[in-house]
């Protein structure tokens, strides 16, 4: 008999073994888990004195029309140079958005319990970046135009060595491969990894992404995709569009079986996945197409094996904009293709965190990964009444307005995430709960917990850290 947390393999399941990440109003997964079940916004007032301080004018920020609020990510100056043997000057120089995808691959490699030094495998590492915007502020110092020279700004700086740095910084010796197209950009860098993986390039990959800009506010205008309220409000009757953020997220990925040989701890499954474009059939270059994104959302179903009444969750694209929400919606019901309605729960974390271009379809996945671990179906904020443009009614779908528990049933719990980039690059996962784990007689001896870090700051924040997941557990455990 299949057990609830059991389905037939096919051979090309990915065990995603490790996540680590930064998001609005959440410095790592668990806090961000926190903030999704609790159904916090992360999506804040920015204040006027720092607007002003980074250039934008007093007349701007009298318009009526500009929208004070962001994601904004904390300390992204803070950078442990030392720690990856960069001198500050290096350190000075290189991307922001570089610095945080380096800190973060080392973290999702310790959270799925590995080192480079102890795992003699190939290690992968696939990720893309949002629009670098600190190079211009370097060019704009005249200091550093003076003393430094071009080639050490564009080394530092360009997109093309976001991955290629970890590699070369951690030793990792697996395909490193930069990942660009617009918000799709780390799922598709997911999906890439798990074809790595199941090609043999690679014996367990680092995929994901990170966009880091300075959150000024924005210019509501007629047609745009900025919301005027300052909120996201997908599927929604008053959705007008979305709000723009920062963060940056990684998954650690393994084949299946070699996951399941070498006793790693599993979050979920990724049983399918697929690409594709929109091609030019659409209104516009900017503009979604329904049939493209039918046709991905089908693929990774096919690669999957999976029924789509299977599928319990979607986490979506929800942009909260008016072309862009009916459109995904009516492609997901004709991808689903069923008789059945109301039966898969749909949100969108950007209603949480805002649009985080680049790094959009990793914080969704996580987001999804995260609630098929925890059995729960976190809120899509700000959802009251449908969009009338939407045919709910006769679809598969409901929006998830409230935190839902997501019961055991004979299957096991799947999601499917979805991310569309502009220039019409998509990308689907179907997501499945991880399979039972073999459980070791239980050793009634104390066991010791050894702990190391670079400097005694450091040890005493490590043990600070696993006292608290310690709790954590234990509070689980106790629900």
Partial sequence: MTSPNTSPRIGLEIAIIGMAGRFPGADSVAQFWQNLSGAVESIVPLDEARLLAQGVSQATLADPNYVKVGGVLADTDQFDAAFFGLSPREAELLDPQQRLFLETAWQALETAGYTTEQYDGSVGVY????MNGYLLNLYANAKIRDTVSPYELFISNDKDFLTTRVSYKLNLQGPSLDVQTACSSSLVAVHL????????ECDMALAGGVAVSKQLGYRAQTGSIYAADGHCRAFDAEADGTVGGNGVGLVVLKRLDDAECDGDTIDAVIKGSAINNDGALKVSYTAPRIEAQKNVIQAAQAMAEVAPDSIN???AHGTGTDLGDPIEVAALTQAFSSEQTGFCALGSVKTNIGHLDAAAGIAGLIKAVLAVKHRQIPASLHYQQPNPKIDFANSPFYVNAALADWPTTAAPRRAGVSSFGIGGTNA???????PAPVREPADSQPQLLVLSAKTPTALAAAAENLAAHLEDLKQQNLK
Avoid: F, K, P
């Avoid at 689907?428 to 991880?434: R, S, T």
């Fill in 193 to 200: 990894a798990c074809q790595a993986l199941l090609s043999g």
């Fill in 313 to 315: 969750y979607i986490e």
């Fill in 127 to 130: 990720g893309g970046a949002g």
């Fill in 428 to 434: 689907h996962v179907i997501l499945e709960e991880a």
